[in-house]
Nanobody, 121 residues
Framework: VQLVESGGGVAKSGGSLRLSCVAS????????IGWFRQAPGKEREFVAA????????YYAESVQGRFTVSRDNGNQTGYLEMNTLKPEDTAVYYC???????????????WGQGTQVTVSS
């Protein structure tokens, strides 16, 4: 499975962006999708995840209520809708695929290359 993110860019505080994660390869619908982000000088942190089995979603407390994770198995694409963006959301965002929708990055097998999100105040 190969993952390619897109949709990053520059947004103003309070604005919105939608990230996409397109997968190539087989069995996309058997992988849970996780979204992570990494700001300069900081560790990679969990943002959101969606389970493959029942579509259950999970969020970091810092994005709960502002971000929405979803997936389209037919198009082999995962999405992260980001609303009410804040400057502290600035980071490189990564999507990842794994068996479980866990908060632990080491549990994910496949990773995208990342897309930069910058939120200006």
């Amino acid at each position: 499975v190969q993952l390619v993110e897109s949709g990053g860019g520059v947004a103003k505080s309070g604005g919105s962006l939608r990230l996409s994660c397109v997968a190539s390869g087989r069995f996309f619908n058997t992988y849970s999708i996780g979204w992570f982000r990494q700001a300069p000088g900081k560790e990679r942190e969990f943002v959101a995840a969606i389970a493959y089995r029942d579509g259950s979603t999970y969020y970091a407390e810092s994005v709960q209520g502002r971000f929405t994770v979803s997936r389209d198995n037919g198009n082999q694409t995962g999405y992260l809708e980001m609303n009410t963006l804040k400057p502290e959301d600035t980071a490189v965002y990564y999507c990842a695929a794994g068996t479980l929708p866990t908060r632990e990055p080491r549990r994910y097998v496949y990773w995208g290359q990342g897309t930069q999100v910058t939120v200006s105040s």
